[in-house]
């Protein structure tokens, strides 16, 4: 601060005009000062003062400062005015914006869940056409059968038959009808054993699935599990009428 000069003083030492021509430059270095820290952000002025306040208000708000900071900064540089406002006073008030993670997560939480996609139904398994195919590797057939019927859950059926057979026939037609194909490609894995050759092989499949031997009345009908166990042998409970009725009611007892 410059000290006013008496009235009464007529003339001025020499001694004491230096001094204050070095003064000046040094009050004006202050104001260029503190007009540059008001204007460039925080200061090295202890937390919860007003100079620090009104930086960091300008830092949340953007990058360039308010009208509020110029104002202060303006009070700041003026060697004649009063304290700095408190911080509440000059700070601009701002919204805080949300980020994208906050406003993602708030419109998954109020919007309505979508629907978990069900599995689809698995495909109906292939039924094989009519007869016999003597020259097929049955074994392998009962083989990927039962791996089939271990991942999708349903049961394996063994049909022994021949060619010649009349009542093979007669249930090949009613496999053939829609309803009972239906049934049988969504409950069953179809096989067909031909047993009316020579084949050994064959023979024995019949043996191992139709223990109990004697005389076969064909075809043998064999429900098994997917673990491999037989669940009815008609050889042994007789054989359902050969009819779309008699084989569906029959399908649809041993399906589960």
Same mark, same amino acid.
């Given at each position: 601060m410059l000290r006013p000069v008496r009235a009464d003083r007529r003339t001025t030492s020499p001694r004491s @005009? %230096?001094?204050?021509?070095?003064?000046?430059?040094?009050? @004006? %270095?202050a104001v260029v000062a503190a007009g540059l820290t008001a204007a460039c952000g925080p200061s090295s002025e202890p937390a919860g003062s007003a100079a620090a306040a009104t930086a960091t208000a300008g830092q949340s708000s953007q990058a360039f400062p308010s009208e509020s900071q110029s104002a202060t900064a303006s009070a700041a540089a003026s060697p004649t005015a009063s304290a700095p406002p408190s911080a509440s006073a000059s700070a601009p008030a701002s919204s805080p914006t949300p980020s994208r993670a906050q406003s993602g997560s708030g419109s998954t939480g109020g919007g309505s869940a979508k629907p978990a996609r069900t599995s689809a139904a698995p495909a109906p398994a292939k039924v094989p056409g009519p007869g016999y195919d003597s020259s097929a590797?049955?074994?392998?057939?009962?083989?990927?059968a039962l791996r089939a019927a271990k991942a999708d859950g349903r049961m394996v059926l063994l049909d022994f038959g021949a060619n010649w057979c009349g009542n093979c026939k007669a249930a090949d037609k009613v496999f053939?009808?829609?309803?009972?194909?239906g049934i049988l490609g969504a409950s069953y894995h179809l096989v067909k054993v031909d047993?009316?050759?020579?084949?050994?092989?064959?023979s024995a499949l019949l043996r191992k699935y139709s223990p109990s031997g004697g005389t076969y009345t064909m075809p043998v009908l064999v429900v098994v599990s997917p673990?491999?166990?037989?669940?009815?042998?008609?050889?042994?409970t007789g054989n359902p009428s050969l009819t779309a009725e008699g084989i569906n009611s029959f399908l649809r007892k041993w399906a589960a």
């Open positions: @005009a %230096a001094p204050l021509g070095r003064r000046l430059p040094l009050v @004006a %270095a590797d049955a074994q392998k057939q009962i083989d990927a053939a009808q829609s309803q009972t194909a047993i009316g050759g020579n084949s050994p092989a064959n673990s491999g166990t037989v669940r009815t042998d008609t050889h042994v």
